[in-house]
């Protein structure tokens, strides 16, 4: 939200201050105030990684090539990038296109997402201060966490972004003991593992596509097991976590257009909000809106009503989600059965229930690969949960020892039901039940 030359603000320019497109400070400042009185806590992105070319750190840097600021980014000879090797890359790959033209320099600075993005080089303590001073800043306006943009890439190489975030949290929690840090660590399960040791939270990229996998191929039955290896990994580490599950962002192909079906795109809604974790939604899932890329077609405008639409933003013409696609939210909120409905229904659930809402998880084997049976556990009440994510209705055999839960707390279809010693779960439907 800061002030930014590009329509997406990941290049930013002034730290302290809020893009005009979305306000004033003297807005921002009331926007929290009107949240925590909601009893609503507010995650601010924070891109730390790299600024823009416009950025005056950048632009002091390059007019100044003997002046502090030049260390805030990272130079190369350009006779030597055929020959340099960047801690973290492949080795045997051309990493010249990493290296951009600064003007009237003839050093290369370093840009690992592109040349308007000069990466800011964090072995310069004079960057890590003033870094921590832009997260204090924030924090003392009353925000109260941050979503972490590209923590990989802070430092090429993985230990030194460990110990980069252990560092960086032990700063943010002395200024907000209850501070949230949300890290976007898109890797393998096994490398965001020992993020957790300076992240409070990671989102969880592996199960993100997990989920849609299990909606689209139909089969499901190792999803709880692998859910379950992952938390027992994040567990060793960091006993305190919580697992930040979704299922698209603002740089994945929306979950409408990955899935063929209304009905395939209600299949990982309610495993997200039935599998362990605190779920981010991304805007517009919720309403099944489309997107693919080019990253601005994932990000296009939210459809709030039919045209005319005073609010519905006009920074590009939409492809994929046009009020010939997607139906917008006020129609949905009024619409019984609609995806928005769904969504409000299973966060209802949810935030209800303990079980769900920060239980524990016991994958139970079933003999179905399309079912997802598992047990969320609570001091307060255990829930079984059965998914049947297959176009076929499956009749699935209770174990003894899960036959105390008969109680219906929720079914996605009238036809899901317990039926004697077994589950009845017709295609792409949910059943929940208790003792």
């Not at 957790?196 to 909606?215: E, I, K, R, T, Y």
């Not at 296009?300 to 939210?329: F, G, M």
């Not at 084997?365 to 598992?374: E, G, M, R």
């Amino acid at each position: 939200i800061h002030p930014s030359p590009s329509y997406h603000k990941y290049d930013v320019t002034d730290y302290r201050a809020i893009h005009p497109d979305y306000g004033t400070m003297a807005d921002f400042e009331r926007f929290l105030a009107e949240a925590h009185e909601r009893g609503i806590r507010v995650v601010m992105d924070f891109v730390i990684n790299h600024t823009a070319r416009a950025h005056p750190w950048f632009q002091r840097a390059v007019e100044n090539p003997s002046g502090p600021y030049h260390d805030f980014y990272v130079w190369a000879d350009p006779d030597t990038l055929s020959s340099l090797t960047v801690e973290g890359t492949n080795p045997d790959s051309d990493n010249r296109e990493l290296w951009h033209e600064a003007e009237g320099l003839e050093e290369r600075y370093y840009g690992f997402f592109w040349g308007g993005m000069p990466d800011l080089n964090f072995d310069n303590a004079a960057v890590r201060d003033s870094i921590v001073d832009i997260g204090r800043f924030w924090l003392e306006k009353g925000v109260d966490g941050f979503r972490l943009d590209a923590a990989r890439h802070i430092y090429r190489t993985p230990k030194k972004n460990h110990r980069f975030w252990e560092q960086f949290r032990a700063e943010m929690e002395a200024i907000k003991p209850d501070v949230l840090l949300v890290g976007e660590v898109w890797d393998e399960p096994d490398a965001v593992t020992p993020y957790l040791s300076g992240l409070h939270s990671v989102f969880n990229f592996d199960m993100a596509q997990a989920m849609l996998d299990a909606a689209g191929t139909g089969r499901a039955d190792s999803l709880a097991h692998r859910h379950a290896r992952i938390r027992s990994a994040y567990q060793e580490v960091a006993p305190n976590f919580v697992d930040a599950t979704f299922l698209a962002n603002h740089d994945q192909n929306r979950v409408r257009s990955v899935l063929d079906s209304d009905a395939e795109a209600r299949v990982p809604a309610h495993l997200l909000f039935t599998l362990p974790g605190h779920p981010f939604v991304y805007y517009g899932e919720e309403i099944g809106m489309r997107g693919k890329k080019p990253d601005p077609h994932i990000r296009e405008p939210y459809l709030w009503t039919r045209p005319p639409d005073s609010v519905r933003a006009d920074w590009i013409e939409p492809e994929y989600s046009t009020d010939s696609t997607v139906t917008p939210q006020q129609i949905q909120r009024q619409r019984e059965g609609s995806l928005w409905q769904l969504y409000r229904r299973l966060i209802k659930i949810r935030t209800q229930q303990p079980a769900l809402h920060d239980g524990g998880l016991r994958p139970v084997s079933s003999p179905d690969t399309s079912v997802a049976l598992f047990v969320r556990t609570h001091a307060e009440g255990d829930l079984l949960v059965a998914h049947n994510v297959g176009e076929n209705e499956v009749r699935t055999e209770l174990p003894d020892a899960l036959r105390a839960f008969e109680q219906r707390l929720y079914r996605s279809t009238p036809h899901a039901q317990r039926q004697s010693e077994a589950l009845v779960l017709p295609a792409r439907s949910t059943l929940i039940l208790r003792r």
